[in-house]
């Protein structure tokens, strides 16, 4: 085991905010783990302490309770297969074994009255949580989760076959599967359904719109990778963290691999802001909405990140920030040297001002 890591405030633009019913949603999250039954006694006993209600209560601060709700008791959901058949068991070292369990899994998803894998209790978590987003949501954006869900079993599929070698995967091919294995763009659907509202397929799937949100999975996972090195380099067995990508790609030591993750993501938060800003001046007040909750996701997820006991593991503590800071640093308006993401730069027209200079522009002309 390495020197400890002492990770330093990181920027944040985004404000801080938290749905006023927090506690509730708390309470009902652990109520719904212990009525699924969702992982082992022991997973599950620390699972209630990582304050995953309040997390998806900063996800989505305004939206709709219920909602909130779903969404917390999803997030558990994700865990209990992340960490209960990937991270933590014989399964996440086999892919082509937990290939078939995941599509076993989506099948409940898709059809939750097929008796498929009765009486498993994260089936059966499953099917609840499916019959509550086809409540709170269209059909459109509950095959939308179903799809995504897909998405994030493939690339924990990948995932394991590092695990398997116990390689580390080259920064290209670890940006690419990360953009998909931290299962941010599951929860993409619940932020439309948290308000109501259903984005039309031309602005979703529009590729600047999509570079929106692949950089806010990008921002989430780099800093979730960051705050949870702590937990993921003492845990026994394999890890995979950005931090040790970097090492071993570029042969530098855990320190400067720190330095790098943070100027890394400070260097798509500051495209990330200027992209939303860009595209908020012809979207639609849904996108708008939209944009405004992938900010709300990036903030929850680092205030949550930098609190939860997930992550700060007072029994041996991690050197975590106690607060957030307003200066990136790293704000050059150069791509990132990873082919896979290098063209989101091209996505915001270079004269386009921040928002100040712009609103500064139309005051004096
Ligand atoms: C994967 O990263 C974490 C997800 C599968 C957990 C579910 C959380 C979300 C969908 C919201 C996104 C939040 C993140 C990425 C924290 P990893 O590194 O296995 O998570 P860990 O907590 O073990 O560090
Ligand atoms: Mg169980
Ligand atoms: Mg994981
Ligand atoms: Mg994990
Ligand atoms: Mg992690």
Redesign the pocket.
């Known amino acids: 085991m390495g020197p400890e890591l002492t990770v330093p405030p990181t920027y944040s633009p985004l404000p801080p905010a938290v749905h006023p019913r927090h506690l509730e949603i708390e309470a009902r999250t652990t109520a719904w783990a212990e009525r699924f039954s969702i992982g082992s006694d022991e997973l599950r006993g620390r699972l209630v302490t990582h304050g995953i209600g309040g997390?998806a209560a900063r996800i989505l601060p305004d939206g709709r309770e219920e909602v909130v709700s779903l969404l917390a008791d999803f997030?558990l959901w994700?865990?209990g297969?992340?960490?209960g058949y990937c991270?933590e068991s014989d399964l996440g070292h086999d892919p082509g074994e937990l290939t078939g369990v995941l599509h076993r899994l989506l099948r409940v998803a898709q059809n939750p009255e097929s008796p498929v894998l009765p009486g498993d209790s994260l089936a059966e978590g499953l099917r609840d949580l499916r019959h509550r987003m086809s409540r709170y949501g269209t059909a459109g954006q509950t095959a939308r989760w179903i799809d995504a869900l897909r998405e994030?079993f493939f690339s924990v599929v990948w995932e394991a076959s590092y695990r398997r070698s116990g390689t580390v995967p080259s920064l290209p091919d670890y940006t690419l599967m990360r953009l998909y294995?931290?299962?941010?763009s599951?929860?993409l659907p619940m932020l439309e359904m948290g308000h109501g509202y259903e984005l039309q397929p031309h602005e979703r799937e529009h590729t600047s719109v999509r570079a929106a949100a692949e950089m806010a999975s990008f921002i989430?996972?780099w800093d979730?990778?960051i705050f949870?090195h702590h937990?993921?380099s003492r845990g026994e067995g394999y890890y995979l963290?950005v931090l040790r990508v970097l090492q071993n790609e570029y042969g530098t030591s855990p320190d400067e691999a720190l330095t790098t993750a943070i100027a890394q993501r400070d260097r798509v938060m500051t495209l990330f802001m200027r992209l939303s800003a860009h595209l908020r001046q012809q979207g639609s007040p849904q996108l708008r909405q939209y944009l405004h909750n992938l900010g709300t996701f990036i903030r929850g997820?680092q205030d949550w990140?930098i609190t939860s006991r997930?992550?700060t593991t007072p029994e041996d503590p991690a050197r975590l920030p106690s607060t957030l800071c307003s200066t990136p640093t790293d704000d050059s308006r150069a791509p990132l040297d990873i082919p896979v993401i290098s063209w989101w730069w091209g996505l915001v027209p270079d004269d386009d001002a921040a928002p100040h200079e712009r609103a500064e522009a139309a005051r004096t002309s």
């Open positions: 997390f997030v994700l865990f297969v992340d960490d991270e994030y294995d931290g299962a941010t599951v929860v989430i996972t979730n990778d949870s937990k993921e963290n997820s990140g997930r992550y």
